[in-house]
T-cell receptor
Framework: DAKTTQPPSMDCAEGRAANLPCNHS???????VYWYRQIHSQGPQYIIH???NNETNEMASLIITEDRKSSTLILPHATLRDTAVYYCIVRVDSSNTGKLIFGQGTTLQVKP | KAGVTQTPRYLIKTRGQQVTLSCSPISGHRSVSWYQQTPGQGLQFLFEYFSETQRNKGNFPGRFSGRQFSNSRSEMNVSTLELGDSALYLC?????????????FGPGTRLTVL
């Protein structure tokens, strides 16, 4: 079973920041938070991951609370192409497995 | 660099038949994972192969099997197809050498069982 809880859906206006929350209250000390997204009819795409520090890349920012029980993915300037299902996943960062356990994710609808 | 490719993209079979799906990982990647996606169950992990050996397996019946070749290409087979096997089958590859083990997904094979 997935170890994360996400709202089933969210709306965001084009050009505004999209803030997608994720709860992972049972996360272990060696588990990372990963975010993937799946645009309709495509395979999931990696976005970002982090352990306890905030992370930023060209796609998004990841804010992890100090107690690590929740996190927020931020898309700073959402576009219509960001409409997708966003998955928050916790996993041990190990080279010994490629297994990902997906939850139901959040469907983000970016509106013009 | 070419991405993960899956063939065929679409497939229609009837109950009781078997099917083989193929996945070619990104060049240099040694890990290939397979997932099943359905509207009811979402994305579920099937199995993972690394260097021609299965190293992880999800909770699926024995009708689902796979293998990996020396060039890292992978196939999965589903025997005695059931209506419930209709799904999008995704494969993902990773180098397993990256510090964060990013998974790169293919576009999937859409299987319809009639």
């Amino acid at each position: 079973d997935a170890k994360t809880t996400q709202p089933p859906s969210m709306d965001c206006a084009e050009g505004r920041a999209a803030n997608l929350p994720c709860n992972h209250s049972t996360i272990s000390g060696n588990e990372y938070v990963y975010w993937y997204r799946q645009i309709h009819s495509q395979g999931p795409q990696y976005i970002i991951h982090g352990l306890k520090n905030n992370e930023t890349n060209e796609m998004a920012s990841l804010i992890i609370t100090e107690d690590r029980k929740s996190s927020t993915l931020i898309l700073p300037h959402a576009t219509l192409r960001d409409t997708a299902v966003y998955y928050c996943i916790v996993r041990v960062d190990s080279s010994n497995t490629g297994k990902l356990i997906f939850g139901q994710g959040t469907t983000l609808q970016v509106k013009p | 660099k070419a991405g993960v490719t899956q063939t065929p993209r679409y497939l229609i079979k009837t109950r009781g038949q078997q099917v083989t799906l193929s996945c070619s990982p990104i060049s240099g990647h040694r890990s290939v994972s397979w997932y099943q996606q359905t509207p009811g169950q979402g994305l579920q992990f099937l199995f993972e192969y690394f260097s021609e050996t299965q190293r992880n397996k999800g909770n699926f019946p024995g009708r689902f099997s796979g293998r990996q070749f020396s060039n890292s290409r992978s196939e999965m087979n589903v025997s005695t197809l059931e209506l419930g096997d209709s799904a999008l089958y995704l494969c993902a590859s990773s180098s397993s050498g990256n510090s964060y083990n990013e998974q790169f997904f293919g576009p999937g094979t859409r299987l319809t069982v009639l």
